[in-house]
């Protein structure tokens, strides 16, 4: 254990990112270019048509990862300085995997409008937004707000990139199951940022039988909630009207999706569930329920971890969604470019590959980003929202 965590703080000391120069001052004559009194042509030129500025800066390729630290991993409220070694570790990942520049962004404040006000008075200079780890509900107010006010795409992460990985997931296990998904009844249990765009994320892609559940019980159509995305999910045709605890709804149910808490799920209560249960358990660090007491009754298991078979990893969605986003330009993401992804992360899975223990590609599957980027940038032109189309790319 200390070799383990000495060599993880050796990784972190420093920090794990930098910034280099794309060509070297070595003299006189590369100074006046690159800076004065070269660089005042290139800024007359951007000052005259604001839209060079994707050309001729890092714009097109910077992304911001934003947070105020107020819930981070399973760790909570840990404030901007704790939560700078996980912003590093998301910028990491955006080189690493789809060589996209990010940098990230530590607020010292959890007021909603000085986040979105900061944001804005930074956004100049970054093709996107990240949000990440904001805490529910405000991350909903800032993220619509940001959406309207800025004409370059904002995600949060947490909500968006986990339910698009959970699709992606559920598409294949359907299909080990030969199932249907308008035909199905789901479980989502855990309505705060992640589940509620799940729950969204499935009624998009079909779902007509969907149970959100929340420590009080389940969610139900037609039903009165104080918070707007409940009582959004309450107008949807798709969610249920019978109430009801989490070990009554679960009865029948095809799909059990966990985001919650620990220990909840009970092998009798997969044992409940209709035939050739689906289970994604991915509370972390401990699952819903763990796959030794789940795998005896459940034809498909998945969770948020490394270390068993199919993990739902929001990490092979954001890297693809934002390359396509910034390459055309889109001025959001939308629902279409969520589903694209989705469907484009499943069909990274070969159907002769396909089965119960791999219905998920590795996120280190470079074919995964490839995929991604392509469906994402097609639906963003389809959608109309793209504001130009890659070179070489052919819809």
Not at 225 to 243: F, N, R, T
């Amino acid at each position: 254990m200390i070799d383990i965590t000495d060599r993880i703080f050796l990784a972190h000391q420093g920090g794990k990112i930098h910034t280099r120069p794309n060509l070297p001052i070595l003299n006189h004559d590369d100074l006046a270019r690159v800076y004065t009194p070269g660089v005042a042509q290139v800024c007359t030129a951007i000052h005259e048509d604001p839209e060079q500025v994707y050309a001729l800066t890092v714009k097109r390729n910077m992304v911001a990862v934003v947070t105020d630290g107020t819930a981070v991993l399973g760790l909570g409220n840990i404030g901007p300085y704790a939560a700078a070694p996980v912003m590093e570790g998301k910028a990491v990942l955006f080189k690493q995997l789809a060589g996209i520049n990010a940098f990230p962004i530590c607020l010292d404040t959890t007021d909603t409008e000085e986040i979105i006000r900061t944001v804005k008075a930074i956004a100049p200079i970054f093709g996107g937004i990240n949000l990440e780890d904001i805490s529910s509900p405000r991350c909903f107010e800032i993220e619509r707000r940001l959406e309207e006010e800025l004409d370059i795409p904002v995600f949060h992460d947490d909500q968006h990139g986990t339910a698009i990985v959970v699709l992606a997931g559920l598409i294949n296990a359907l299909k080990v199951t030969g199932k249907q998904i308008d035909h199905v009844r789901i479980v989502v249990n855990g309505v705060g940022a992640a589940g509620v765009s799940i729950c969204r994320m499935l009624l998009a892609a079909g779902a007509r039988h969907l149970v959100p559940v929340d420590q009080e019980g389940a969610l139900i159509r037609g039903g009165n909630y104080a918070h707007p995305k409940w009582q959004w999910l309450a107008g949807q045709s798709g969610v249920e009207d019978q109430p009801g605890t989490l070990q009554e709804v679960i009865a029948g149910a095809d799909v059990f999706i966990g985001v919650s808490r620990g220990g909840i799920l009970q092998p009798q209560d997969v044992q409940r569930m209709a035939p050739l249960p689906i289970v994604f358990a991915m509370a972390n660090p401990e699952p819903e329920i763990s796959p030794e007491l789940a795998l005896p009754y459940a034809r498909v298991y998945a969770t948020g971890r490394s270390d068993y078979p199919n993990q739902i990893n929001n990490v092979l969605a954001f890297p693809g969604i934002f390359k396509g986003a910034l390459e055309c330009r889109a001025q959001r993401i939308n629902d279409q470019m969520k589903l694209a992804a989705a469907q484009a992360i499943a069909a990274v899975v070969k159907d002769t590959e396909l089965n119960a223990a791999y219905i998920i590609p590795s996120l280190f599957n470079d074919q995964v980003v490839i995929k991604v980027r392509q469906a994402v940038i097609e639906a963003a032109v389809s959608s109309g929202i793209a504001k130009i189309i890659p070179p070489g790319f052919e819809i």
